[in-house]
């Protein structure tokens, strides 16, 4: 079993940071893969961002590349989502997600265990 808590989110303006992160507990992390989703309301689930635990190999979606930064801490078995230059599209829940190696990593069928999200709100 996998425990993951995410948090940081909130209400932020237009050009502003975050920073999400996620806890997880309950196994070694090594050959696994860390993943950040979003889901906005009316919308699919879809991928922002991933980590690999070992390596720190990282992919991004399009629309986050140059923006967002994706990072661990392994001591603290923590993954870390930076958030710059946020827009009004950004808005959504942002989840946290762990699943073996995989080269899907970009599909939430990739992922076993999901963190309970957490909000972020971008005003224009």
């Known amino acids: 079993q996998v425990q993951l808590v995410e948090s940081g989110g909130g209400l932020v303006q237009t050009g502003g940071s975050l920073r999400l992160s996620c806890a997880a507990s309950?196994?070694?992390?090594?050959?696994?893969?860390m993943g950040w989703f979003r889901q906005a309301p009316g919308k699919e689930r879809e991928f922002v961002a991933a980590?690999?635990?070992?390596?720190?190999?990282?992919y991004y979606i399009d629309s986050v590349k140059g923006r967002f930064t994706i990072s661990r801490d392994n001591a603290q078995n923590t993954v870390y989502l930076q958030m710059n230059s946020l827009k009004p599209e950004d808005t959504a829940v942002y989840y946290c997600?762990?699943?073996?190696?995989?080269?899907?990593?970009?599909?939430?069928?990739?992922?076993?265990?999901w963190g309970q999200g957490t909000q972020v709100t971008v005003s224009s």
């Open positions: 997600a762990h699943g073996p190696y995989s080269n899907s990593y970009y599909y939430t069928n990739s992922y076993n265990y």
């Open positions: 980590i690999r635990w070992s390596g720190g190999r990282t």
């Open positions: 309950g196994r070694t992390f090594s050959g696994y893969t």
